[in-house]
């Protein structure tokens, strides 16, 4: 498993896509929102807005790339019946890899919240992570299921996920397009004397060619 953050914020806007490419940037998905058993709420649907980043999209093999998911919007409430204080949510999540690299990478947020009052939605969250490139080619990222946690006054989860099922329930928030480490140039040619005369034979050796290779 590879393992895979966002920033808070209002409206994010999305770039324009080529036409027959799906779009990247900030997206939405149906979202099914469990809280926790002690709350005794019913479930929350609706829709998450969220966005993906990566800090490099184009890699090469073997590098580490930081991955940035942003949650926007959640359906989810607070779970408290109370007012949840400051600093008292953390999220996780997953980011889903597909294309050139498969798998998905674990991202986790710090514990930054304003207070939020009883009943009313959960605030944005930003939730980071990191990777290692392992295969050349265009790799897509889609944000996957996440768990906000509340601290207070109990250690409670409240698990959203992709309503219509991952991996075909999330759209491409992120590309990268990683290429091949460079091949090192390994051939040599030595001469058995620095200088001579015109005409004069020098002994040539070479090292690092294929067997009947020209040039």
């Known amino acids: 498993m590879a393992v895979l953050a966002a920033t808070t914020g209002g409206a994010l806007s999305a770039p324009a896509a080529a036409e027959g490419e799906t779009p990247v940037g900030q997206v939405e998905f149906p979202t099914h929102c469990l809280p926790p058993q002690e709350a005794g709420l019913p479930p929350a649907d609706g829709p998450t807005t969220a966005r ?89 990222l889609a944000p996957g299921g996440y768990t906000l946690h509340t601290s207070h006054p109990l250690g409670l989860d409240t698990v959203c996920t992709p309503a219509a099922g991952e991996p075909s329930g999330v759209p491409v928030s992120a590309r990268l397009t990683a290429s091949d480490l460079p091949t090192a140039n390994l051939r040599s040619v030595f001469l058995a004397a620095p200088s001579g005369k015109p005409g004069a034979e020098v002994k040539v050796t070479a090292a690092g060619f294929a067997p009947g290779a020209g040039g």
């Open 52 to 140: 993906i980043t990566v800090d490099n999209a184009a890699p090469q093999v073997g590098d580490t790339v930081t991955v940035t998911y942003q949650v926007a919007r959640t359906p989810a409430v607070n779970p408290v019946g109370a007012e949840l204080p400051a600093d008292a949510l953390t999220p996780t999540g997953r980011v889903l890899l597909s294309g050139a690299q498969s798998g998905e990478v674990t991202v986790v947020g710090a514990a930054r919240n304003d207070p939020v009052p009883a009943g009313a939605a959960l605030p944005a969250v930003t939730m980071t992570g990191t990777f290692t490139v392992t295969a050349p080619g265009q790799t897509v």
